[in-house]
């Protein structure tokens, strides 16, 4: 897809209130709906379940795909083997041929839209009737897109609706949500009871028994599986699982996770054919099933993108998205929305039509928490970056920026100390500097950008490094490019707590940028040479631990140098050594006040009580798992009372150079952080992650609001 | 869990989704209380066939409670009002019904009227899922066609708005039959 088409649609669906109103009502609603519906169930134990079945199964599809064909033909139905899109829509259509259908009902189902089956029969003389409400809607609308995996006409209001119907009848049809529905009844139930053909998809396909399991809450798939003499059900090969009780887990999570209802309304299991109305009289009904591969097998086969086959397609990964939120279904482009529709997509259709659609996850993790089927879509997506990468080449500017200076450590911090000289006094268009350093832009609208540190800290640790008395620990700091050059007073602050625990410090001058940048743009080549350089020098350094206070390098250094390094016989073990010495400052300091079993001290109350809001920094809490950490270390400090905002632990868009790529989305997410924060009525936002306070500043700094912004070591570092 | 709150706790869960529950005590109970039950809701019920129906003469007490009572022909159910079938088995933490609708004349009796009843033997109440999967399974082989009913058919397709009885019917009147005598094993 073009470039220019994929900005159109998004600017298209950014621009339309009624969209966004709609997913923002829902996704808020759902939210508090999931958990209440999940009350008493393990969902821990659940997803491990779901994760084993769907994973063993994607490790054996062929063996169960000949298990399942063997039952379902000891039944007498038929069983297609699909290789591709264009084998299942020619099977089919010959199918509705030789019978001479000329209408066909159909239930809900992806892998027909996926094949595009709809215009191959169009075109053909056969008229493919969409019976699940919203997809019969979006049928009577030429050019609509779907907006959401599970409810894809969320985005259209009840007056357009009444519209459509209008057209369609050729008669005024009132906005009235509930005669509407009767009329869409009436109408379809004629098509139900004249057409030739029933085509479904499938939930489950359970190879034991050669059954296929369908959910819906119309009911449109009992009636398209049973009214006409004829059903063929469109599988994906990922839908098979090996028992009968499999299904359990499945049917368990499926609806609560999408819909927050206990179960659907109707759950179909077909087995075979069965009786059904023939002519006058009763016959046997035709089955066939087409299974479909169209690039399944070739994910089974990826050791990487394997894992994304689990997908139970409930789309509570869309709908906890702060992305999907604001772009919609209607933006990624094909089927599968959101970021498993990106993965999928590169495999059901080709990695460029991909590539687009990837580029629009901020990374914030939000998905990986809810998936049903524990899909670590975010780092998925990532390996899918750097997939489109190593085919198109990075695009010029990040090039230059990634190999020719991030790279290059000394001439990155010779330039860096070149733009602190040039960048004058505070005025507007000041230069700034991103997580990928060095991005001279002028992307300020909505956010205020900090500028360069005069002296960076790594100039200013000689005065900070002083022997200590009796030090309990030795620790070597590693501040990353923003406390370095952006904000070294956290790196001072960080100092000074850690002194006043009795923790030596040092600052490995070899150190250089993690490679957050290169990895979250897809350069591996660029983070590989960048994690060596960072494990030599952080070894020279002889610590107990190291410490950052952001938790984009940690993760780095903790998670992604033993994934870009693994393989390599000289490096490999020097990675997870150096992985299991790293800290994040705020856990070490959790850890030292814990083992201490200090007190919270009495000292400081006199300058009265300050409030804090708290913001979860995605890394921080999803990767981390520090959320609970930070919060103690707060609360312990006294003068300080803890007040919670609304969504603490949702993303504040900063996500980066994706906040130069995207600002569009950016900055609409930063928005709705700020609007939490302020009415927190907290007069300081603690946080853990330096981008998150660049970004936040930023953002308050435009609204003239006086809420000051701190790292929790300024905090800390601020009692007397 | 004792029968007793299995029942309880599928009365409470199946009303939670939408069905409402008309407890019979006995069978003998059954034709008089359905008659009662159905009257605001037309006068032409499809019946399908099912050992609790022979038993309880169910089609006869219709009839004579002025009921026109269909049971088969090409057009069965399309136009009825009120569709009846036996369900094989209720699962409590779901208040969903099960049954094998391998038969097209259950699948079309359940489907195709705006108010379907189902008749259950709250003998048939189960805890989960799993319990009755294994029932079915014990049995032998798997039903060509097996059903679960949660409440009635719905939609949130405009405006999330839930509104009932979309394609599917739009009351879903759940007997629980007590059980006074008989068999509970059943088909
Ligand atoms: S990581 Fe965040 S932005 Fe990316 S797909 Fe998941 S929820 Fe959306
Ligand atoms: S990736 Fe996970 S959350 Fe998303 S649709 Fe699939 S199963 Fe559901």
């Known amino acids: 897809m073009a470039a220019k088409e994929f900005r159109e649609r998004l600017h298209k669906a950014l621009n339309n209130a009624s969209l966004r109103g709609a997913l923002e009502r829902f996704a808020d609603s759902y939210i508090i709906s999931r958990e209440e519906v999940y009350r008493g169930k393990d969902f821990a134990a659940l997803r491990e379940k779901i994760a084993a079945i769907k994973g063993d199964a994607a490790g054996r599809y062929e063996e169960l795909a000949a298990q399942f064909t063997r039952a379902v033909e000891a039944r007498g139905g038929k069983v297609f083997r699909a290789h591709d899109a264009a084998a299942a829509r020619e099977y089919i259509y010959q199918v509705a041929k030789e019978h001479g259908v000329t209408d066909v009902v159909k239930s809900k189902s992806f892998a027909s839209e996926e094949i595009h089956l709809n215009e191959y029969l169009q075109e053909r003389g056969i008229t493919p009737h969409e019976t699940d409400l919203a997809e019969w809607i979006l049928q009577l609308m030429p050019g609509e897109r779907p907006s959401h995996m599970v409810m894809p006409a969320i985005h259209l209001p009840k007056e357009e609706v009444a519209r459509v119907f209008s057209r369609y009848l050729g008669e005024p049809v009132e906005p009235d949500i509930k005669n509407m529905v009767r009329i869409a009844r009436r109408e379809l139930r004629k098509k139900f009871l004249t057409a030739g053909m029933g085509i479904s998809g499938a939930n489950i396909a359970v190879a034991e028994t050669g059954t296929i399991v369908i959910c819906t809450n119309e009911g449109n798939a009992r009636l398209a599986t049973t009214v006409p003499p004829v059903h063929v059900a469109i599988v994906g090969y990922e839908k098979l699982v090996p028992k009968l009780k499999d299904i359990v887990p499945i049917l368990e999570a499926l609806p609560r996770s999408g819909t927050a209802q206990p179960i659907t309304s109707y759950v179909t299991m077909i087995t075979g054919p069965v009786p059904a109305r023939k002519g006058d009289g009763e016959g046997i009904k035709e089955l066939h099933v087409v299974l479909l591969d169209n690039g399944r097998t070739r994910m089974a086969a990826d050791p990487v993108f394997k894992e994304a086959l689990q997908c139970i397609r409930c789309a509570s990964c869309t709908n906890v998205c702060p992305v999907f939120q604001l772009v919609s279904g209607q933006v990624y482009g094909y089927i599968y929305s959101g970021g498993i529709g990106s993965i999928l997509t590169a495999f059901f259709n080709s990695l460029e039509d991909a590539a687009d659609p990837q580029s629009l996850c901020i990374g914030c993790r939000r998905c990986a928490e809810v998936c049903p089927a524990k899909i670590n879509i975010p780092d998925l997506v990532l390996k899918l970056r750097e997939r489109v990468v190593e085919k198109q080449g990075l695009s010029r500017a990040y090039r230059i920026a990634l190999h020719g200076v991030v790279a290059k450590p000394r001439l990155m911090h010779t330039m860096l100390r070149a733009a602190s000289r040039l960048q004058g006094p505070v005025t507007h268009g000041r230069p700034f500097i991103r997580h990928l350093p060095l991005y001279f832009s002028s992307f300020t609208e909505g956010r205020s950008l900090p500028a360069i540190a005069r002296v960076p800290l790594r100039d200013r640790v000689k005065n900070l490094e002083g022997a200590l008395r009796k030090s309990r620990l030795r620790a070597a700091f590693y501040s990353g490019c923003v406390i370095d050059f952006v904000y070294p007073e956290i790196g001072e602050a960080v100092y000074k707590v850690l002194g006043r625990e009795g923790v030596e410090v040092t600052f490995p001058q070899g150190q250089a940028c993690c490679g957050a940048p290169a990895i979250y743009a897809g350069d591996r080549e660029t983070a590989v040479s960048l994690a060596k350089l960072n494990i030599a020098a952080l070894e020279e350094a002889k610590a107990d631990v190291i410490v950052t206070a952001c938790p984009t390098c940690a993760v780095a250094l903790k998670k992604n140098f033993i994934e870009l390094l693994a393989g390599d016989p000289a490096w490999e073990g020097r990675a997870k050594d150096l992985a299991a010495r790293v800290k994040d400052f705020t856990q070490l300091v959790h850890e030292l006040k814990k083992s201490e079993g200090s007190a919270p001290e009495g000292k400081g109350r006199d300058r009265g009580i300050v409030k804090v809001t708290y913001h979860d920094s995605c890394h921080f809490k999803r990767h981390l798992g520090l959320d609970r950490a930070a919060r103690e270390v707060l609360t312990s400090q006294p003068g300080i009372e803890l007040v919670e905002m609304r969504e603490s632990d949702r993303c504040c868009g900063f996500g980066g150079s994706y906040s130069v790529k995207y600002p569009e989305i950016s900055r609409p997410i930063l928005e709705r952080k700020l609007k939490n924060i302020m009415a927190s009525g907290a007069e300081i936002v603690a946080t853990d992650c330096p981008g998150c306070i660049l970004q936040l500043r930023g953002g308050l700094d435009q609204t003239g609001s006086d809420i000051q912004v701190k790292h929790t070591a300024e905090i800390l570092a601020n009692k007397d | ?187």
């Not at chain 2, 709150?5 to 407890?23: C, E, K, N, S, Y």
């Not at chain 2, 007490?61 to 094989?88: C, M, Q, S, Y």
Request: charged letters at 25%.
């Open chain 2, 1 to 187: 869990m004792a029968q007793e709150d299995l029942i309880a706790a599928f009365t409470r869960q199946a009303g939670v989704m939408g069905a409402q529950i008309l407890p019979v005590e006995g069978r003998r109970e059954l034709g008089k209380a359905l008659a009662e039950a159905l009257k605001p809701c037309g006068r032409r019920a499809a019946l399908f066939a099912s050992p609790l129906v022979r038993e309880t003469n169910l089609e006869e007490a219709l009839t004579a409670a002025g009921f026109t009572v269909e049971k088969d022909g090409p057009d069965f159910a399309r136009e009825a009002d009120v569709g009846i079938v036996e369900f094989d088995y209720g699962i409590a933490e779901t208040g969903t019904l099960a049954m094998d609708a391998t038969a097209l004349k259950a699948r079309l009796a359940a489907m195709l009227p705006l108010t379907c009843v189902a008749l259950l033997r709250t003998k048939r109440i189960r805890a989960n899922l799993t319990e009755v999967i294994e029932a079915y399974l014990e049995r032998g082989s798997w039903p060509g066609y097996f059903t679960l009913v949660t409440g009635p058919s719905r939609t949130a397709d405009i405006e999330r708005s839930l509104t009932i009885g979309v394609h599917g019917p739009e009351r879903l009147l759940i007997v629980l039959v007590g059980d006074e005598g008989g068999d509970d094993r059943g088909r």
